[in-house]
């Protein structure tokens, strides 16, 4: 069946960069998403890329797909402390109403 | 974007009772869902709430124990029923915007049993 999977931990000091990565296995995935939850709330769709896509750049966050291998990635440039969360990576099929989502990265900025 | 609430925020309750929870959509929708997310877990998808017929579980859920009502396209109710202690998670509503692409959650509701 399908699955989606992160690494569970990111650790980065503030100002660097931040690579969160998330590999899937459904070739049919037509819509990547990445979402942030922060401690107590709700999820927030930060950004999402079309499979047809390599690239997609909103602000500080860029997003790359490498279809072939099956490889999302999140880059968040100049990482604050209020980007402190978990962040989720999921996928749709253009044809399944349902989202699949992996198990989250959580990101701690050190000082 | 659309803006989703969803009542109450959290709730404490006994074993062996109901909840019913809420979630209000600012705009009409075609599809919602609802949401598990177990403490310090990923979400899983109980099932779609269909307008106007039978909400549509997924594996291991069942109507008996999750009834969802959708009486508009902007509302749905999900009954958390005969619960126990493993039944503490968030449940979060969820909606397809209207161009398909993108999926909204709300602020979801913390529920814990004792």
């Known amino acids: 069946g399908e699955d989606v999977e992160q690494s569970l931990f990111l650790s980065v000091r503030e100002g660097d960069s931040s690579v969160i990565n998330c590999t899937y296995t459904?070739?049919?995935?037509?819509?990547l998403y990445w979402y942030k939850q922060e401690p107590g709330a709700g999820l927030q769709l930060l950004t999402y890329i079309f499979s047809n896509m390599d690239m997609k750049q909103d602000q500080r966050l860029t997003v790359l797909l490498n279809k072939k291998d099956k490889h999302l990635s999140l880059r968040i440039a100049d990482t604050q402390t209020g980007d402190s969360a978990i962040y989720f990576c999921?996928?749709?099929?253009?044809?399944?109403?349902?989202?699949?989502f992996g198990s989250g990265t959580r990101l701690s900025i050190r000082p | 974007s659309a803006v989703i609430s969803q009542k109450p925020s959290r709730d404490i309750c006994q074993r062996g009772t109901s909840l019913t929870i809420q979630c209000q959509v600012d705009s009409q929708v075609t599809m919602m869902f609802w949401y598990r997310q177990q403490p310090g877990q990923s979400l899983t998808l109980i099932a779609t709430a269909n307008q106007g017929s039978e909400a549509t579980y997924e594996s291991g859920f069942v109507i008996d124990k999750f009834p969802i009502s959708r009486p508009n396209l902007t509302f749905s109710t999900l009954t958390v029923s005969n619960m126990s202690p493993e039944d503490s998670s968030i449940y979060l509503c969820s909606v397809l915007a209207a161009d398909r692409d993108t999926q909204y959650f709300g602020p979801g509701t913390r529920l814990t049993v004792l």
């Open positions: 459904d070739s049919s995935s037509t819509y």
């Open positions: 999921a996928e749709r099929d253009s044809s399944a109403s349902k989202i699949i």
